[in-house]
């Protein structure tokens, strides 16, 4: 599956952004999708990571009631709409594509599949 992550950008504290994911690939709906970001010296950190039905969802507590995951399996597309920015928030943010099953997982080696990166920067 290839990942295509879009809709990064500079934005105000308190402002908000949705990040787009487009996949190709039949076998999409079957993968549990995530979003991890990097910022400048810090190590990649998961963000949020989203069911293949969508019915469940997982966020790390620096984002929780702030972002919100959602797809659309019949677009091949994974969302992650960003409200109240930070400028902690300010990274390289990444979808990403788990294969496996069980719990929505939180670590990065356990996704097999990655997009290019978007860039969110968020000024003060």
């Known amino acids: 599956v290839q990942l295509q992550a879009s809709g990064g950008g500079l934005v105000q504290a308190g402002g908000s952004l949705r990040l787009s994911c487009a996949a190709s690939g039949r076998t999409w709906s079957t993968y549990v999708m995530g979003w991890f970001r990097q910022a400048p010296g810090k190590e990649r950190e998961f963000v949020a990571a989203?069911?293949?039905?969508?019915?469940?969802?997982s966020y790390a507590d620096s984002v929780k009631g702030r972002f919100t995951i959602s797809r659309d399996n019949a677009k091949k597309t994974v969302y992650l709409q960003m409200n109240s920015l930070k400028p902690e928030d300010t990274a390289v943010y990444y979808c990403?594509?788990?294969?496996?099953?069980?719990?929505?997982?939180?670590?990065?080696?356990?996704?097999?599949?990655w997009g290019q990166g978007t860039l969110v920067t968020v000024s003060s």
């Open positions: 989203i069911s293949r039905s969508g019915g469940s969802t």
């Open positions: 990403a594509a788990h294969t496996g099953w069980g719990n929505l997982p939180q670590l990065g080696n356990e996704y097999a599949y």
